[in-house]
C-alpha cells in the first residue's frame, strides 16, 4: 500500500488541489487517480476559517465516499461542524460561523446535498484509522499507546482534542500536555491539530498540521516513503497562531 496522508485543511481547496497535483494525482473521467496507484488519507479539520470549506467537503466526499479511494478521520470542527448539521446547539465561534455563513448562501437543495456529505462522511468515519501494512495509524490530535485498540469517551477526547489538561491559555486555547514525547510505540502515529511552522516528528510521530489556513503550507506525509510534501499558503500569515 502507498498513501498520501494530507494535514489539516481548513477549507484551504485551492492548496489542496494544488497539494494534489503536486503528489501526482490527475482527474481521469471524473475520478481522481494516480498512475502510482497511491491512496489518499486526510486527518480532519477539513473546515472552518478558511475559504472555501464547501469544496473541500464535496472533494473529500468524492474521494472517500464516492470513489472509495481514501480514508478520512474526523478532527474536532468537523464534530462540531456534523454537530450543528444535527440541529443541536453549537457556538458558531473559532471558524464555524465561517463555514456555516458559506453553507447558507447556497439555495436549498444545494444546503442539503452539502450537510448529507458532511453527515454521512462523519456517520462513515472511524474515530482513529490503522494501516497494519504501514504500521500507522491516523488520529486528528494523536492517540497514545494506551488507547490504541480501544473507543469509548476518554479516547474520542484524546483523539480530537489532544491531551489537554482543563486549563487554558490568556487568549483561550486549552493547555495541552506533548504527549509525543512520551510515545514508544513502533507504529507510526500521524496527526495533526495543533499548527507548527514544520512537520513535526518526534519518536515515531509526526504533526504535519502546518497551518494553512494561517498563512503557512498544506503538508503531506508520504508512506511507505516516510517523506514530506508542501504547497504554500495564499492566506496572510499569522505568527502567533503556530507553536
Known amino acids: 500500500m502507498k498513501l498520501d496522508i494530507i494535514g489539516d485543511i481548513h477549507g484551504c ?15 481521469q473521467n471524473r475520478k481522481l487517480v494516480h498512475p502510482d496507484h497511491r491512496n489518499l488519507a486526510f486527518i480532519g479539520d477539513l473546515t472552518d476559517r478558511g475559504p472555501q470549506s464547501l469544496e473541500v467537503i464535496r472533494l473529500v466526499y468524492d474521494i472517500v465516499v ?3 479511494q481514501g ?31 458559506e453553507w447558507e448562501q447556497l439555495d436549498e437543495h444545494d444546503k442539503q446535498e452539502v450537510k448529507e456529505m458532511m453527515l454521512t462522511l462523519y456517520r462513515q468515519a472511524p474515530l482513529y484509522q490503522s494501516f497494519d501494512s504501514l504500521h500507522t495509524i491516523i ?13 469509548g469517551g476518554k479516547v474520542k477526547t484524546f483523539v480530537l482534542y489532544g491531551d489537554i ?7 483561550g ?26 512537520a513535526r516528528f518526534v519518536n515515531k510521530t509526526v504533526n504535519i498540521d502546518t497551518g494553512c489556513v ?14 514530506i510534501e508542501e504547497v504554500s499558503s495564499h492566506l496572510p500569515f499569522i505568527a502567533e497562531r503556530f507553536q
Not at 481547496?13 to 482527474?27: A, D, F, P, V
Request: charged share 25%; aromatic share 14%.
Open 13 to 27: 481547496y485551492q492548496e489542496l488541489t494544488s497539494l494534489l497535483t503536486k503528489l501526482g494525482y490527475r482527474w
Open 66 to 68: 464516492d470513489q472509495k
Open 71 to 101: 480514508y478520512y478521520v474526523p478532527g474536532n470542527h468537523c464534530d462540531k461542524l456534523y454537530r450543528f448539521f444535527l440541529g443541536n446547539n453549537v457556538q458558531q465561534r473559532h471558524g464555524l460561523e465561517t463555514t456555516v455563513a
Open 139 to 151: 488520529a486528528h490530535a494523536g492517540i497514545p499507546e494506551k488507547y490504541i485498540g480501544q473507543h
Open 165 to 171: 489538561t482543563g486549563e487554558t491559555l490568556p487568549d
Open 173 to 198: 486555547r486549552p493547555v495541552r500536555r506533548d504527549w509525543a514525547a512520551h510515545y514508544h510505540g513502533d507504529k507510526w502515529i500521524v496527526y495533526g491539530h495543533t499548527p507548527v511552522l514544520e
Open 214 to 227: 494561517f498563512g503557512n503550507k498544506l503538508t503531506a506525509f508520504r508512506l511507505p516513503e516516510e517523506t
